[in-house]
């Protein structure tokens, strides 16, 4: 099963006791999934969802809430899958067009609009219902382990710009692209994202999303941390090679013997800890030394090799 479906399961499984935020997120379902119908002059209409436990919750509230005769269709999604496809058909009988004017689709003259009623956007509970009627209907979200992506997708570029102006009122800014003859409005920001699922009531996806939040984080500072190590490590491998490079220079044209006490010590312990930090060499001399003291003598050792270097 997807994220998505999870999310999508979760929320059909929420249940809200308020007839008018179940009307506010109908509307939105109608509107990203249905159609309008006129059968002899009378309307009707239809909604074509895609999971059998959405379908029976919208057919419960059709027939048990509000009353109307309700039939559901199901068909295979293709010959080849096993998803199906659940019409919802309500024919024309009496408080149609009532309901239709209550969702926001007719106007009083029986006109039909293609905006989101004003009295959804002027509640705020009802534009949570909304934006979750619009995720149920056409709404797909990246798994926590990927990249952040929650979208819309809706056939109709007014409808596109309505979700643009819906998500700006809880001050999330979405994006908008045309693709494959339909518009996307898109998120791609973790904190709008989980945003977005706790207005909608998907707590249990959101600390899904959270949790995976977490351990991207651990996992990035460990390779940090890792990284970080192995260049030092590898830095600190070339100046040691770099080090051997000098005192075996000095050791074949003038011998280490010749070097001052202080300087033959660092360079006799340099071969044979070839190896160790510039930390880990200052313990191991007698007194210790600090790392800047031993770094000093190996600067001096350098300079010795330059001059050789020079010289030949």
Do not use: W
């Not at 919208?58 to 096993?82: D, M, P, Q, W």
């Not at 039909?112 to 709404?139: D, H, P, T, V, W």
């Not at 001052?260 to 210790?288: C, F, M, Q, T, V």
């Amino acid at each position: 099963m997807s994220f998505t479906e999870e999310v999508k399961h979760e929320l059909t499984r929420r249940e809200t006791g308020d007839i008018e935020e179940k009307l506010a997120e109908l509307s939105a379902l109608t509107r990203m999934n249905g159609s309008i119908e006129i059968i002899n002059k009378e309307i009707g209409f239809k909604i074509r969802l895609n999971y059998g436990d959405l379908a029976r919750k919208i057919y419960k509230l059709f027939k048990n809430k509000l009353g109307f005769i309700t039939e559901i269709i199901v068909r295979r999604h293709n010959h080849f899958s096993h998803y199906h496809i659940y019409d919802l058909v309500v024919p024309p009988q009496p408080g149609i067009n009532d309901f239709l004017e209550k969702m926001g689709f007719l106007d009083e003259n029986g006109k039909i609009i293609f905006a989101i009623s004003k009295k959804i956007m002027e509640n705020r509970e009802f534009k949570k219902a909304y934006l979750r009627g619009i995720f149920l209907g056409g709404g797909s979200i990246n798994p926590p382990s990927s990249e952040y992506h929650l979208e819309f997708r809706t056939e109709y570029e007014k409808y596109s710009e309505d979700i643009l102006d819906l998500l700006a009122s809880f001050e999330l800014e979405g994006h908008k692209i045309e693709h494959k003859g339909k518009y996307v409005i898109y998120l791609k920001n973790f904190s709008d994202i989980v945003k977005v699922l706790n207005l909608i009531g998907a707590h249990r996806s959101l600390l899904k999303m959270e949790n995976a939040q977490i351990l991207k984080g651990l996992k990035n500072d460990i390779n940090r941390k890792v990284n970080c190590e192995t260049a030092n490590l590898e830095k600190t491998v070339e100046a040691a090679m770099a080090q051997l490079k000098n005192i075996g220079l000095i050791e074949k044209n003038r011998g280490l013997n010749n070097l001052p006490p202080g300087l033959r010590e660092i360079a006799d312990l340099r071969k044979k800890n070839p190896y160790a930090s510039l930390k880990e060499l200052g313990k191991l001399l007698n007194p210790p030394l600090s790392k800047s003291g031993v770094n000093h003598r190996l600067r001096r050792i350098e300079k010795i090799a330059q001059e050789i270097r020079g010289e030949n």
